[in-house]
């Protein structure tokens, strides 16, 4: 007959120090498992979002949409619209406007206070609207400068400061190297968190001026100077929203890529960057435009 016998003091401390052990090498695991399985969210939602530019250019005569069709108010009743309420025909999905990583929930983008409130409208206007701002609080921002054909100006041609030249999709050759959409921020706090959602347009970290004899969005409208909107990139203001000219780094210190080719990946900002000497509001140049994604050439 067998007698039962407690545990010892250290009989209890060696298989608590094993479990100790088994565990501080199993959780760095379960992270990374954790961490992989966002990363491939991040890739699988932007991959969606990259494909719909295709899909919507194939319904309009191979032009890219612009990624703003009126200006002010922001109010759909005003006929304003976005890029992101473009694109939700082909996204078929709010929830999919908002990133792996970001802490900005859906119903806090249907009323933002930079937006109308949706609920002081009437009938089919309160969804409309909530669909405005969700689409321009996207954490899809996209290549407006390139595919846009953005300019600044004043004058009978710029009603609001700016206007714009969309540009086919079949001109871009090199689809599978040029940068479409990456994931942006709208706002940050004074702590530098994300505020408010993402970003519709995002500025390249280099600007082109259409003295370029590389740019082939000329002959500009009457008056245009440059193609700029929000100022470039602002290395200097590590708290600014636009210290990366909108770009932000949802998923583990990178930002995810979409390609005008509807392949997605993600990449640090320094990879995002790569090939224009950044500065403050486009102080820098593009030093080897065969490998700045910006670029459609």
């Given at each position: 007959?067998?007698?039962?016998?407690?545990?010892?003091?250290?009989?209890?401390?060696?298989?608590?120090?094993?479990?100790?052990?088994?565990?501080?090498?199993?959780?760095?695991?379960?992270?990374?498992?954790?961490?992989?399985?966002?990363?491939?969210?991040?890739?699988?939602?932007?991959?969606?979002?990259?494909?719909?530019?295709?899909?919507?250019?194939?319904?309009?005569?191979?032009?890219?949409?612009?990624?703003?069709?009126?200006?002010?108010?922001?109010?759909?009743?005003?006929?304003?619209?976005?890029?992101?309420?473009?694109?939700?025909?082909?996204?078929?999905?709010?929830?999919?406007?908002?990133?792996?990583?970001?802490?900005?929930?859906?119903?806090?983008?249907?009323?933002?206070?930079?937006?109308?409130?949706?609920?002081?409208?009437?009938?089919?206007?309160?969804?409309?609207q909530?669909?405005?701002?969700?689409?321009?609080?996207?954490?899809?921002?996209?290549n407006?400068?390139?595919?846009?054909?953005?300019f600044?100006?004043?004058?009978?041609?710029?009603?609001?400061?700016?206007?714009?030249?969309?540009?086919?999709?079949?001109?871009?050759?090199?689809?599978?190297?040029?940068?479409?959409?990456?994931?942006?921020?709208?706002?940050?706090?004074?702590?530098?968190?994300?505020?408010?959602?993402?970003?519709?347009?995002?500025?390249?970290?280099?600007?082109?001026?259409?003295?370029?004899?590389?740019?082939?969005?000329?002959?500009?409208?009457?008056g245009?100077?440059?193609?700029?909107?929000?100022?470039?990139w602002?290395?200097?203001?590590?708290?600014?929203?636009?210290?990366?000219?909108?770009?932000?780094?949802?998923?583990?210190?990178?930002?995810?890529?979409g390609?005008?080719?509807?392949?997605?990946?993600?990449?640090?900002?320094?990879?995002?960057?790569?090939?224009?000497?950044?500065?403050?509001?486009?102080?820098?140049?593009?030093?080897?435009?065969?490998?700045?994604?910006?670029?459609?050439?």
């Open positions: 007959m067998f007698r039962r016998t407690a545990f010892t003091l250290i009989e209890l401390l060696v298989v608590i120090a094993i479990i100790a052990i088994l565990a501080a090498i199993l959780f760095p695991v379960f992270a990374q498992a954790k961490e992989s399985a966002k990363k491939a969210t991040s890739i699988s939602d932007m991959k969606q979002w990259a494909l719909t530019v295709p899909m919507y250019t194939a319904d309009s005569d191979d032009i890219a949409p612009l990624w703003e069709y009126w200006h002010t108010p922001f109010e759909v009743t005003s006929g304003n619209r976005s890029w992101g309420n473009l694109m939700m025909p082909y996204v078929k999905s709010k929830d999919l406007t908002k990133t792996v990583g970001s802490p900005i929930s859906i119903a806090s983008r249907e009323r933002n206070a930079s937006f109308p409130d949706p609920l002081t409208l009437t009938g089919g206007d309160v969804e409309a909530k669909l405005f701002n969700v689409g321009w609080l996207t954490d899809y921002g996209y407006y400068q390139i595919f846009t054909g953005f600044a100006g004043s004058g009978a041609n710029f009603p609001y400061g700016f206007g714009f030249n969309p540009q086919n999709m079949t001109s871009v050759e090199k689809p599978g190297d040029t940068l479409l959409l990456v994931t942006g921020v709208f706002d940050r706090d004074a702590g530098g968190g994300v505020r408010d959602g993402g970003q519709l347009p995002i500025d390249p970290p280099c600007r082109r001026w259409l003295s370029d004899n590389r740019d082939t969005l000329a002959p500009a409208p009457s245009a100077t440059g193609r700029y909107y929000f100022g470039g602002q290395p200097g203001s590590p708290n600014a929203w636009n210290v990366f000219g909108g770009v932000w780094p949802y998923y583990n210190k990178q930002a995810t890529v390609y005008a080719d509807g392949h997605a990946k993600t990449l640090k900002i320094e990879q995002i960057s790569a090939g224009c000497d950044v500065r403050n509001s486009w102080g820098g140049y593009i030093t080897n435009p065969d490998v700045y994604i910006w670029d459609r050439y």
